[in-house]
């Protein structure tokens, strides 16, 4: 499955964003990571699928959501409260061979299809 993510941008400290990944078809699990400058790449959030159940990383826990639509093949992030800290390029990814077992779902290497990234700097 291919995925194109959209919504990076700038914007200050406390705002908003919402970015949003687009698959070319069904995914079974799909997530969202990120990458600071000189940071390893680290997990987001994800949905398992089919009733699997929604993941955070603690940074996320409150202020972030993500919201799923397998009619659209879709899966949206929604940033509150953001940080500077939060700057960082935000990949989607996705699994199409089936669904992320549990203990798995907060690792890249679980999942098989990566965006192309979007950048979101949130200046202080």
């Known amino acids: 499955v291919q995925l194109q993510a959209y919504g990076g941008g700038l914007v200050q400290a406390g705002g908003s964003l919402r970015l949003s990944c687009a698959a070319s078809?069904?995914?079974?699990?799909m997530g969202w990571f990120r990458q600071a400058p000189g940071k390893e790449r680290e997990f987001v959030a994800a949905?398992?699928?089919?009733?699997?159940?929604?993941y955070y990383a603690d940074f996320a826990k409150g202020r972030f959501t993500i919201s799923r639509d397998n009619t659209k093949n879709t899966l949206d992030l929604q940033m509150n409260s953001l940080k500077p800290e939060d700057t960082a390029v935000y990949y989607c990814?996705?699994?199409?061979?089936?669904?992320?077992?549990?203990?798995?779902?907060?690792?890249?290497?679980?999942?098989?299809?990566w965006g192309q990234g979007t950048q979101v700097t949130v200046s202080s």
């Open positions: 990814a996705a699994n199409d061979r089936g669904r992320i077992i549990l203990s798995a779902i907060r690792r890249a290497d679980a999942f098989g299809s």
């Open positions: 949905d398992r699928g089919s009733g699997g159940g929604t």
């Open positions: 078809g069904y995914a079974f699990s």
